[in-house]
């Protein structure tokens, strides 16, 4: 199997005033500035971007944004264009749950913002994810299917590395991770669909993350399965100490694996 860098985003959501997001990022650099063996990106709440690619200029960090918009620019109030983040955030979550399910993000948009932000020369982290319900009713394959295949509707090919973060929607914030199992055997299920559209070596080199409650005491087991790439973390990005306990155990789980 091809060596995978596995990857860990901090999705702080909108939290943290700027004087807050200003310390977090002070002890973010401290804690984590010259980690090896993983990739991190840290995504602070848009106003902060620009303090964020400040404060971790020089470290092995990156910054990335929550959501962005697929035109460069226009008349659209309130959106931040994907090509107007492009010296500041290297990554763009692209699909995040809270997108699709609490402000009507369509797979359709996720797949415009998801072909922008490639074309833009950025990273994005494709977010997917199965409601509660639906895994209930067994269709968990055929949601995130459908939702892979409207992102990848006008993406000929992914680049190396390309970052999806697999976050079952009922795991998220709630404080029910999905056992090491389940994050295993979708996650494999998510790569043999990345497979069916790209081919295997495209596949293989896909990054997959787990995202949903994940913490500084359940990322160990996670990231011991074979196809879980790092995590994309919520509420525990917000404590400098507890994200670099992840970070760390999900480096020294790739380091275990090689
Ligand atoms: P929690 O880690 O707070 O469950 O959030 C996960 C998430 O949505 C990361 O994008």
Same mark, same amino acid.
């Given at each position: 199997?091809? $060596?995978?860098?596995? /990857? !860990?985003?901090?999705?702080?959501?909108?939290?943290?005033?700027?004087?807050?997001?200003?310390?977090?990022?002070?002890?973010?650099?401290?804690?984590?500035?010259?980690?090896?063996?993983?990739?991190?990106? /840290?995504?602070?709440?848009?106003?902060?971007?620009?303090?964020?690619?400040?404060?971790?200029?020089?470290?092995?960090? %990156?910054?990335?944004?929550?959501?962005?918009?697929?035109?460069?620019?226009?008349?659209?109030?309130?959106?931040?264009?994907?090509?107007?983040?492009?010296?500041?955030?290297?990554?763009?979550?692209? =699909?995040?749950?809270?997108?699709?399910?609490?402000?009507?993000?369509?797979?359709?948009?996720?797949?415009?913002?998801?072909?922008?932000?490639?074309?833009?020369?950025?990273?994005? /982290?494709?977010?997917? #994810?199965?409601?509660? $319900?639906?895994?209930?009713? #067994?269709?968990?394959?055929?949601?995130?299917?459908? %939702?892979?295949?409207?992102?990848?509707?006008? !993406?000929?090919?992914?680049?190396?590395?390309?970052?999806? +973060?697999?976050?079952?929607?009922? +795991? /998220?914030?709630?404080?029910?991770?999905?056992?090491?199992?389940?994050?295993?055997?979708?996650?494999?299920?998510?790569?043999?669909?990345? +497979?069916?559209?790209?081919?295997?070596?495209?596949?293989?080199?896909?990054?997959? %993350?787990? =995202?949903?409650?994940?913490?500084?005491?359940?990322?160990?087991?996670?990231?011991? %399965?074979?196809?879980?790439?790092? &995590?994309?973390?919520?509420?525990?990005?917000?404590? $400098?100490?507890?994200?670099?306990?992840?970070?760390?155990?999900?480096?020294?789980? +790739?380091?275990?694996? &090689?």
């Amino acid at each position: 199997m091809a $060596a995978r860098t596995p /990857i !860990v985003g901090g999705n702080w959501k909108m939290h943290l005033d700027r004087a807050g997001a200003r310390d977090l990022l002070r002890e973010l650099r401290d804690e984590l500035g010259g980690i090896e063996g993983v990739e991190v990106v /840290i995504c602070p709440p848009a106003p902060w971007l620009g303090d964020a690619a400040d404060a971790l200029e020089g470290t092995s960090l %990156q910054v990335g944004a929550q959501n962005a918009y697929w035109l460069p620019h226009g008349a659209y109030t309130g959106e931040v264009g994907a090509a107007m983040l492009i010296g500041t955030a290297r990554y763009i979550l692209v =699909g995040h749950s809270e997108r699709r399910h609490l402000f009507g993000e369509t797979n359709e948009e996720t797949g415009r913002k998801l072909a922008a932000v490639l074309e833009l020369g950025l990273e994005p /982290i494709l977010a997917i #994810g199965e409601l509660q $319900a639906e895994r209930e009713a #067994g269709t968990t394959r055929e949601v995130l299917r459908e %939702q892979l295949a409207a992102a990848f509707a006008d !993406v000929e090919r992914l680049p190396e590395g390309f970052v999806v +973060a697999y976050e079952p929607v009922w +795991a /998220i914030g709630t404080g029910l991770t999905a056992t090491p199992e389940i994050a295993q055997s979708t996650i494999a299920d998510v790569r043999a669909m990345v +497979a069916d559209r790209y081919g295997e070596v495209t596949a293989e080199a896909c990054r997959i %993350q787990y =995202g949903g409650s994940v913490n500084a005491g359940n990322v160990t087991e996670l990231a011991a %399965q074979p196809d879980i790439d790092g &995590a994309l973390v919520g509420g525990a990005s917000l404590d $400098a100490s507890a994200f670099a306990t992840i970070c760390r155990a999900v480096a020294a789980a +790739a380091e275990g694996a &090689a």
